[in-house]
């Protein structure tokens, strides 16, 4: 797991998790995914009808969109990096 983690799991999430080998850590990501862009599209529509500048709601849009990303991709790194983890990886260099 390196830097394409996070854009992997960022893009694919729970799949992300469930090719990564952990059914389990799969089905805890998706109601993390539902939360996360629930969110961020709740978020965007209430931008939406609160600004009447389109230079506002174009930029918030990208903010809430490259965050939601993030978040996402770090919940899925996070839960198959425990998932590693409990397998007997251990992290670091030995």
Known sequence: MGGWGY???ALLGPLYVLV????????????LSAMIFGTVGVLA???????????IR???FAT?????????????????????LRLGYREGYY
């Open 45 to 55: 529509v209430v931008v939406a009808l609160w600004s009447d500048s389109s230079v």
């Open 7 to 9: 854009i992997w799991g």
């Open 20 to 31: 990564k080998g952990f059914p389990g850590q799969a089905l805890l990501m998706l109601p």
């Open 64 to 84: 809430l969109l490259g965050l939601g990303l993030a978040l996402h991709g770090y919940f899925a790194v996070e839960l198959t990096r425990r998932g590693f």
């Open 58 to 60: 174009t930029l918030t």
